[in-house]
Nanobody
Framework: QVQLVESGGGLVQAGGSLRLSCESS?????MGWFRQAPGKEREFVAA????????YYATSLKGRFTISRDNAKNTVYLQMNSLKPEDTAVYYC???????????????????WGQGTQVTVSS
């Protein structure tokens, strides 16, 4: 059973930044970040492949959010800049065993999930 531990969430003012971390207990083809706001469905944020570092983003977030990874630590990061109140959500990291990047945008293609970390952006 893969274990994922997220950290770095918190309360920040609009325009501020946060960096989320997620450490995995094992390797996977890719790791991703999703978020879920109250009353809304879980949505894709970003993903990164382990082997070549290719990155994938939700179109609406590209430019403000950056995903990166440290393979030696099995850790993925999400740098979030210029945060907006609408970014408020629980952020989850997850692992994918699929080598196909088209799968990374969908939660159903991720095998293991972290417990989530709350990000709250005040206006």
């Amino acid at each position: 059973q893969v274990q994922l531990v997220e950290s770095g969430g918190g309360l920040v003012q609009a325009g501020g930044s946060l960096r989320l971390s997620c450490e995995s207990s094992s390797r996977s083809y890719a790791m991703g970040w999703f978020r879920q706001a109250p009353g809304k469905e879980r949505e894709f944020v970003a993903a990164i492949k382990r082997n070549d570092g290719s990155t994938y983003y939700a179109t609406s977030l590209k430019g403000r959010f950056t995903i990166s990874r440290d393979n030696a630590k099995n850790t993925v990061y999400l740098q979030m800049n210029s945060l907006k109140p609408e970014d408020t959500a629980v952020y989850y990291c997850a692992t994918s065993n699929s080598p196909f990047s088209a799968n990374y945008y969908y939660a159903r293609n991720y095998a293991s999930w972290g417990q989530g970390t709350q990000v709250t952006v005040s206006s």
